[in-house]
C-alpha cells in the first residue's frame, strides 16, 4: 500500500482545523459549550490550547501568570520544541488560505525565487516584542492579537453571528490579494508575531525536528532544484542551519522524493548540508 504524500495529510488536517474553527461559533450558539473560543485560545473538554504571545501579553496586562492560558501555551511550545513550528504549517487557518494564494501566484507567473530575503525572523520578533512590551506597559488588552491573521479568520464566524463581518471580511481578503501580487507569502514570512515563540523554539532546541541534506544523493539536473521550487514559503531546505521560517511542512521531502530522497527529517541538528554562502552561490539558486 502506497503511504499518502505528506502534503495530502497536512491538507486534510488544516481543511479540518479551518473547519473546526467556523463551526465553534455556531456550537456554541446552538448551546453545545464543550469547545469554546478561537484560534488563540481555544478549550476543548476542559483542556486551554493558546497561542505562546497571547498568553504573555495576558501575563505582561495582569503583572501575574494566568494558569489556564499559560498552560495551553506550555502545550503549543512543548510541541513545537520537538517538532518545531508544525502548529503553522497544520493547524493556522491563516496559512491554508496562504498557500492557495500562493498556488494562484505560481499559475499568474508572480513567483520569482529570490525577490525577497530569507531570513524574516526580525521583523516579526521586533513586532512581537514590540506589541508585548506596550501591553505590559500600560497593563493594556492583548493588543498584538488584533494584527493576527489567523485569529482575524476565527473571528470572522464569531462575528457574522453578532452580525459584524466588515473588518475580517476586509482584513483576510485584502493580506491575500497582497501576497498574490507579490508573489510570495509575505504575511508568514515577514509579519506574523504568533510565530514568533514557536519558531525561535525551532531554531534554539538542539533536540527538535528539522530537516538533514545529503546533496551526494540529490538527482537534480543542473539548474533545477524541486525542494527550492516546492517550498511556498520560498526558503533553501538544503542549508545547514534551519531558516527561522520553516515550519517542517514537507513539501520539500514531497517534492525530493522523485530526485534522489536527498531530504530527510531527523531529530536534532543536521550534520551535512550546505551552509549560507553555499546556498547562494550561483549553483546553488534556482
Not at 487557518?93 to 529570490?114: D, M, Q, T
Not at 500600560?138 to 476565527?154: D, E, F, I
Not at 527538535?208 to 524541486?226: D, N, S, W
Amino acid at each position: 500500500m502506497t503511504r499518502p504524500p505528506l502534503r495530502a495529510v497536512r491538507r486534510a488536517v488544516q481543511i479540518g482545523v479551518a473547519l473546526v474553527m467556523a463551526a465553534v461559533p455556531l456550537a456554541n450558539a446552538a448551546g453545545v459549550n464543550w469547545i469554546s473560543g478561537n484560534f488563540l485560545a481555544l478549550d476543548i473538554l476542559g483542556l486551554p490550547l493558546g497561542d505562546p504571545l497571547a498568553a504573555a501579553q495576558v501575563a505582561a496586562s495582569a503583572r501575574g501568570i494566568a494558569w489556564p492560558a499559560a498552560l495551553g501555551a506550555g502545550l503549543a511550545m512543548g510541541l513545537a520544541l520537538v517538532l518545531g513550528p508544525v502548529f503553522c504549517a497544520y493547524a493556522c487557518p491563516y496559512g491554508l488560505f496562504s498557500e492557495w494564494a500562493h498556488g494562484l501566484a505560481r499559475r499568474l507567473g508572480r513567483v520569482r525565487p529570490g525577490r525577497f530575503p530569507q531570513n524574516g525572523l526580525a521583523g516579526r520578533a521586533v513586532l512581537a516584542g514590540a506589541g508585548l512590551a506596550v501591553v505590559g506597559l500600560w497593563g493594556l488588552p492583548p493588543l498584538v492579537n488584533l494584527v493576527s491573521m489567523p485569529a482575524a479568520y476565527s473571528r470572522l464566524w464569531q462575528y457574522a453571528l453578532a452580525g459584524a463581518l466588515w473588518l475580517p471580511l476586509l482584513a483576510v481578503p485584502a493580506v491575500l490579494c497582497v501576497e498574490v501580487l507579490a508573489g510570495a507569502r509575505l504575511w508568514c514570512r515577514f509579519v506574523c508575531p504568533q510565530s514568533v515563540a514557536l519558531a525561535l523554539a525551532h531554531r534554539l532546541a538542539p533536540w527538535g525536528l528539522g530537516l538533514a541534506y545529503a546533496g551526494k544523493r540529490c538527482t537534480c539536473p543542473p539548474g533545477a532544484r524541486r525542494c527550492l521550487a516546492a517550498c511556498s514559503l520560498g526558503l533553501d531546505p538544503r542549508r545547514k542551519a534551519p531558516p527561522a521560517a520553516c515550519t517542517n511542512c514537507g513539501d520539500c521531502l514531497d517534492a525530493c522524493r522523485q530526485a534522489g530522497r536527498a531530504l530527510r527529517f531527523r531529530l536534532g541538528r543536521p550534520a551535512t548540508g550546505l551552509s549560507a554562502t553555499d546556498s547562494t552561490s550561483p549553483a546553488g539558486r534556482l
